[in-house]
C-alpha cells in the first residue's frame, strides 16, 4: 500500500498507532510518523519476532497485510482487518480463520487478483488495488 494511503488511514484512527516491522520498512515507518507526529509510535527495526508478537498480542485492533503478523493477530483473535490488493485470500486458503471480529479491505477489480503472492508495483501502472480501497473501510471498523 502506498505510504500516501497509510498515512490517510492512519490519520483517521482514533486512538494510537503502533507500527510493527524490519528495517525494510523501516524508511516508510518515519515518513508515516513525520507525518503525523505523536499519534505514532513506531517499532520498525526496533524489535525482534517475539516482542512484535507480544505488542500483537495485546493490540485493541490490528491491521495487516499477508505476513505473519497478521496471523499471529488471528491466532490471538485480535479484532483485525486484512488489507487484500493484488492478490487475494480465495488463492490461498489464508481467510481469517476462527476469528471473532474481521474485515477482508480489497476492491473488486477486473485485472485482480494479478498474483498469488503479491506485489510492490502494478503491472498496469495504476495500483488501483491498493489506492482505491476506501479509507473509511478500514477507519469505520478499527475506530468501531
Known sequence: MPVEKVIGICRDIQ???VLLGGNDVLEN?????????????STCG???LDQSVFI?????????????????AEAFDRPLVSIWGSTAPE?????PYKIANSLEAGIELPCRPC?????EACPLGHFKCMKDIPNKMITDFVNA
Open 15 to 17: 486512538g494510537p498507532i
Open 29 to 41: 515507518a518515519e515518513i508515516i510518523q513525520n507525518a503525523l507526529g505523536e499519534k505514532i509510535y
Open 46 to 48: 526496533k524489535t525482534n
Open 56 to 72: 500483537v498480542s495485546k493490540a485493541n485492533k490490528v491491521i495487516g497485510f499477508d505476513t505473519g503478523l497478521t496471523h499471529i
Open 91 to 95: 488463492l490461498l486458503g489464508v481467510f
Open 115 to 119: 498474483s498469488k503472492f503479491g506485489r
